[in-house]
């Protein structure tokens, strides 16, 4: 009955995802603040879904708002905007974050030529840019006979290709369930794939126009963090603040065991960081699937950079429920089928192995030297220099690619997360013949092997204490 068992199985990992499906699209929602001014989109069915906007509530959302809107026509979005303008002084308007109340970019104001010509408030750098992958996207929207914003979601081809790792993955399941041996490997290596293709573009509304359709994906990352924990940690914090200290959450995974910014304070267990990195990396998505979301909840802050999003009673339920679901479905089912031995294997390997692959995807694209206590006023250029992209060539490259689920052209994704990646090897040209032109310096590597020794370069740098700070006053 393992065909039954593994039905049953695929049921229930979507069920949180329905559970948490905003039942309408308008909901009620706190003023967010865009560009200094205050806005209550209370009611407004955003084509991006309920999901999007909830990530703004309470926050500057101006980085949000910018890197999620750089096709769509600047004047409606601004005649959108200033339907749900509010003044801040008759209505109650409020940040999360204290640190929301000062600026860390800079938006220059586009000098219109004429009183139609409305433009986003970016550098010419950044114009320039925008423009040339709006021309790739226009071309592809030709092509295929369908909108611009349509053109830069999944490709049919691409649709495809996750089919195909959807039924790749799904028939080891029947195997895995009996416990076969040979699906240790196999169901978490098939699983990884089809999941870092989907739940990462799902967070970032860019695997369809449909939000439902992006709401799902994410649900589809079971093994490797929650949905609800990863907008905070990845999509409100990291995107919009790479790389900079007490903004970016990334910085302070570990804090005990890993320095990854001159800005913490050196401890002992840096010390030996470079050598700890391989158990750290087998344990990480289990924190960021059961530890953090407890961090979150109980102290009201993601790593002490991004606040919690204020929810309803019901909702925090609806969280804690699927996170004992899927803690059931990651680790306790095994000891109810096998023996204790055939039970640990299974409960503790598969995910080990899941959180190996996303730590390989993850961890050489912003924790390079070269990358890390550098900043810009300017949010495209920003995310340029504190972004890592490498590229192997030939049939390596495009394993690579499909590995990483396209993280690896990492500085593209973060000028463009609401492109599907399918796109980003096409575009990555455009961005490096830009950064050349305007002298914005592009972070790469030839491939992984080269992407991995600068990673573990920079965990040796850090693992050093400054001069003249004792480790035994913290």
Not at 27 to 33: F, G, R
Not at 185 to 195: D, F, R
Not at 383 to 396: K, L
Not at 440 to 465: C, Q
């Amino acid at each position: 009955h393992a065909q039954v068992r593994a039905f049953y199985f695929l049921c229930s990992i979507r069920i949180e995802g329905f559970l948490t499906m905003p039942a309408t699209q308008a909901i009620q929602l706190k003023p967010m603040k865009i560009h200094d001014k205050w806005y209550d989109v209370s009611g407004f069915e955003h084509p991006g879904g309920p999901v999007m906007l909830k990530c703004g509530e309470s926050r500057d959302a101006t980085a949000l708002f910018e890197s999620h809107h750089p096709f769509t026509n600047r004047k409606y979005l601004e005649e959108t905007m200033a339907k749900y303008e509010v003044d801040p002084t008759k209505v109650e308007c409020y940040l999360l974050d204290k640190a929301d109340s000062e600026s860390v970019f800079d938006w220059p104001e586009f000098e219109s030529k004429t009183s139609s010509d409305v433009q986003p408030p970016t550098s010419d750098f950044a114009h320039e840019l925008r423009t040339k992958v709006h021309g790739y996207l226009k071309q592809e929207s030709v092509r295929r006979g369908v909108p611009l914003l349509e053109a830069a979601k999944c490709t049919p081809l691409r649709k495809f290709e996750l089919a195909l790792l959807a039924v790749l993955f799904i028939s080891t399941l029947p195997a895995f369930i009996r416990g076969e041996w040979w699906t240790l490997l196999a169901t978490p290596l098939t699983y990884w794939i089809l999941g870092v293709n989907t739940f990462h573009d799902g967070s970032h509304f860019a695997v369809a126009r449909d939000w439902r359709i992006n709401h799902m994906a994410t649900y589809i990352g079971w093994w490797f963090s929650s949905p609800l924990v990863w907008y905070h940690q990845h999509v409100i914090g990291h995107h919009a603040y790479p790389n900079m200290p007490n903004r970016d959450p990334d910085l302070y995974h570990n804090g005990t065991f890993e320095r990854h910014t001159k800005t913490l304070r050196h401890k002992p267990l840096h010390s030996h960081q470079h050598k700890t990195w391989l158990p750290i990396w087998f344990i990480g998505t289990f924190a960021m699937n059961f530890l953090k979301p407890i961090q979150l909840m109980v102290t009201g802050k993601y790593n002490r950079a991004v606040a919690l999003t204020q929810y309803t009673a019901a909702r925090r339920y609806q969280h804690y429920a699927g996170r004992v679901l899927v803690f059931g479905l990651c680790h306790v089912w095994q000891f109810f089928m096998f023996d204790l031995f055939r039970a640990m294997c299974f409960s503790f390997i598969p995910v080990g192995l899941v959180s190996l692959c996303f730590m390989v995807s993850s961890q050489m694209n912003h924790l390079t030297s070269e990358c890390i206590d550098v900043s810009d006023r300017d949010f495209y250029k920003h995310q340029v220099i504190t972004s890592h992209s490498f590229m192997d060539e030939g049939i390596a490259g495009w394993a690579t690619f499909l590995f990483t689920g396209g993280l690896n052209l990492q500085i593209e994704h973060h000028l463009f997360p609401c492109i599907n990646h399918c796109h980003l090897p096409h575009i990555r040209k455009i961005v490096k013949q830009t950064c050349k032109k305007h002298d914005v310096k592009y972070p790469e590597s030839s491939g992984i092997v080269e992407a991995f020794g600068k990673y573990y370069s920079h965990l040796k740098e850090l693992s050093v204490a400054p001069i003249g700070q004792s480790d035994h006053h913290h």
